[in-house]
């Protein structure tokens, strides 16, 4: 693959969009080529901002069961041969359709009205992004391709964390990001990753997190701990 097709293929992989085959592609230029290692950056900080300006909302609990009850429960005239392609055609199961069609637009305006004061602060937070300090997180070791980017602004206590590259985990585990001071580790919240390694954090602290050394982030039980237990994957100074 030439620099001018790998270079091609950054955005996506910023995004998260590539197939496995082209990331191994891509990883391996990225080794060897500064200037592609330093593109991608620029486009990790822009598709983190992109991922954070649509706030993404779960399927409603039991509305999949609600439509399979109102589906068994439409008749079918006896001595009938049944059909899916018939059964669709019947005014029974419009009328069904249509009512369930109802409910979800109903639970939907209300499943958002209790969400407003959480986007509308998610929307604050974008307002300022391009004005925050970004901060590099680093993996240690140098066969370790994990890397990541705090947005804070200066005497905040709230920050944007964005992950990259790191390796998914399994059920029984969980990333858990700490703030730094000394011996001091505050628990700053814990997330998954992406099949691609991409995760997000919006991290809250009980004081200015200037006030902190650093941010580093290990790998916890699913609950979460109380102090770390295993060794940062990435950290950085703040």
Known sequence: MNHETTEGLIPAYALGALDAGEIDLLKTHLKGCVSCRALLTDYQAIGSDLLFAVPTVATPVGLGEDL????????????????????????????????????????????????????????????????AQAIPLQADTPTN???????????????????????????????????????????????????????????????????????GITVEPAAGSLIPTSPHVIGGSL
């Not at 019947?90 to 939907?108: G, I």
């Not at 000394?182 to 992406?194: L, P």
């Open 68 to 131: 399979r009850r109102r589906i068994r429960s439409a008749p079918t005239p006896a001595g009938s041969r049944f059909t899916w392609s018939g059964f669709l055609r019947k005014p029974a199961f419009a009328f069904a359709a249509l009512a369930v069609s109802l409910a979800l637009l109903l639970v939907t305006n209300l499943y958002w009205a209790g969400r407003m004061s959480r986007v509308e602060q998610q929307a604050a937070l974008l307002t300022g992004l391009s004005q």
């Open 145 to 215: 391709y994990a890397s990541g980017v705090l947005y804070v602004h200066k005497g905040a206590r709230t920050a944007l964390l964005c992950v990259y590259d790191l390796l998914p985990l399994p059920n029984n585990k969980i990333y858990q990001a700490w703030l730094i001071q000394g011996e001091r580790r505050d628990n700053a919240g814990v997330f998954q990753v992406t099949a691609q390694g991409f995760g997000i954090l919006l991290l809250n602290a009980s004081r200015p997190l200037e006030e902190y050394d650093a941010l």
